[in-house]
């Protein structure tokens, strides 16, 4: 299935039904009186959260949909049908937005919860409604008003509860596969990782949390170089990031650069989000010596003036990650305690989750706008004209993503 986190739709909800003007006519009964129903209701439309969904790509090719009209009401005082509601499913961690104020309609965070996107038209009222002591025969009804019309965007932010970080080839897909069921795409060239892949991580019985593994972060991704724009997103969510960092790299690159890139570029992207919880974890300790690993770390937490926690791991040989599998599940079952007993610890986490999401979504909407300059021909600053990181065509022969629990 392909993984689609963005999309754009059209809802339409149901008019209300007219009411009807319509006079009660029997046999020895001459002045029956108005009895013209109502009409019902027109049909809304709910967004719902679906556990089962794991991809927005439905909405990729069928992009307006249309509640059921309510039905006019007919004499005999016969009320109209109420237009049925249309419910779109979506997966869990869709954010909705509507597209022409930029407002931020609802989250859905949870499966089963459901959002109102479209109210449905009111009915509208028969004849038999306007009847008085002066006015036993009255022709007046009222038509039905007309259904909310929308234009929606749909982001789709992967719900994990740790993710992984570093540059293409830093082992974070390895590590995924080596501590989860889950089997990610695994090559020696950069960017085998196309798409976010989730994998559940089982520590003991009845622990496990959920890990995260996004394409590879290079210099320049906040501005959308490699593939870094589409899914730094998908971290904001994260109670947790790994920053993974090649401690053997084959070109010779200094660990200490590599992670001070990546920091810049989560600082360009989200402020906020280089002030969540982030550990060191240097893998392919394999390839070295044990002084020489040794040395390494040393090297690097003396040059980064590196004071949390640090692991040294070989993903590939499994060395060191059982480890740091338990480390993590202890911080965030600690961390789950102390939202529950502290509550100034509570409010300071809620409002740098609230920082990193308001930022997250005011660079995304920001490279949106530029984009949409780019294709009316209108070069941004500092951008060259045939620049263009537009995805829009990627995702017709696009990667397929697979969620393994």
């Given at each position: 299935m392909k993984f689609v986190d963005?999309?754009?739709?059209?809802?339409?909800?149901?008019?209300?039904?007219?009411?009807?003007?319509?006079?009660?006519?029997?046999?020895?009964?001459?002045?029956?009186?108005?009895?013209?129903?109502?009409?019902?209701?027109?049909?809304?439309?709910?967004l719902e959260a679906d556990a089962n969904w794991n991809t927005l790509v439905d909405y990729r090719y069928t992009r307006r949909f249309n509640a059921q009209r309510g039905e006019n009401g007919r004499g005999s005082d016969c009320t109209g049908a109420k237009g049925e509601d249309m419910v779109l499913l979506v997966p869990v961690g869709t954010t909705v937005i509507d597209a022409g104020t930029q407002e931020i309609i609802g989250d859905l965070t949870e499966a089963g919860q459901r959002l109102l996107v479209a109210q449905?038209?009111?009915?509208?009222?028969?004849?038999?409604?306007?009847?008085?002591?002066?006015?036993?025969?009255?022709?007046?009804?009222?038509?039905?008003?007309?259904?909310?019309?929308?234009?929606?965007?749909?982001?789709?932010?992967?719900?994990?509860?740790?993710?992984?970080?570093?540059?293409?080839?830093?082992?974070?897909?390895t590590f995924i596969r080596s501590v989860s069921a889950a089997k990610p795409k695994v090559a020696d060239y950069p960017f085998t990782t196309m798409v976010p892949n989730l994998g559940v991580v089982d520590v003991g019985q009845l622990r496990s949390f959920v890990v995260a593994d996004i394409p590879g972060v290079i210099e320049g991704a906040a501005e959308g170089a490699g593939l870094g724009t589409r899914f730094l997103k998908h971290l904001s969510r994260t109670r947790l990031l790994l920053h993974l960092v090649d401690m053997a790299p084959l070109d010779q690159a200094d660990p200490v650069e590599s992670v001070e890139t990546i920091v810049h570029e989560l600082g360009k992207f989200s402020p906020a989000l280089t002030m969540r919880e982030r550990w060191l974890v240097l893998n392919k300790c394999d390839q070295l010596l044990e002084d020489e690993q040794q040395a390494?770390?040393?090297?690097?937490?003396?040059?980064?003036?590196w004071e949390g926690p640090v692991f040294v791991i070989s993903a590939s040989e499994r060395q060191g990650t059982a480890e740091l599998a338990k480390a993590v599940m202890n911080w965030l079952d600690e961390r789950v305690r102390l939202i529950e007993d502290d509550e100034e610890?509570?409010?300071?986490?809620?409002?740098?989750?609230?920082?990193?999401?308001?930022?997250?979504?005011?660079?995304?909407?920001?490279?949106?706008?530029?984009?949409?300059?780019?294709?009316?021909?209108?070069?941004?600053?500092?951008?060259?004209?045939?620049?263009?990181?537009?995805?829009?065509?990627?995702?017709e022969d696009g990667p397929e993503i697979f969620y393994v629990h």
């Open positions: 963005e999309v754009s739709i059209t809802v339409k909800a149901g008019d209300g039904g007219n009411g009807c003007m319509s006079f009660r006519r029997e046999k020895f009964i001459p002045k029956g009186g108005p009895d013209g129903g109502d009409g019902g209701d027109g049909g809304s439309i709910f449905g038209g009111f009915h509208g009222l028969g004849n038999t409604r306007f009847k008085s002591s002066v006015n036993r025969a009255p022709r007046q009804t009222s038509n039905g008003s007309l259904g909310e019309l929308r234009d929606l965007k749909m982001e789709l932010k992967v719900l994990a509860d740790v993710g992984l970080l570093g540059l293409p080839n830093a082992g974070k897909s390494v770390l040393d090297d690097v937490v003396e040059r980064l003036e610890y509570a409010a300071e986490v809620a409002a740098l989750d609230q920082q990193i999401e308001d930022e997250a979504r005011s660079h995304i909407q920001a490279l949106d706008d530029r984009r949409a300059l780019r294709k009316q021909g209108i070069v941004v600053d500092g951008e060259n004209e045939g620049d263009d990181d537009d995805d829009e065509g990627d995702d």
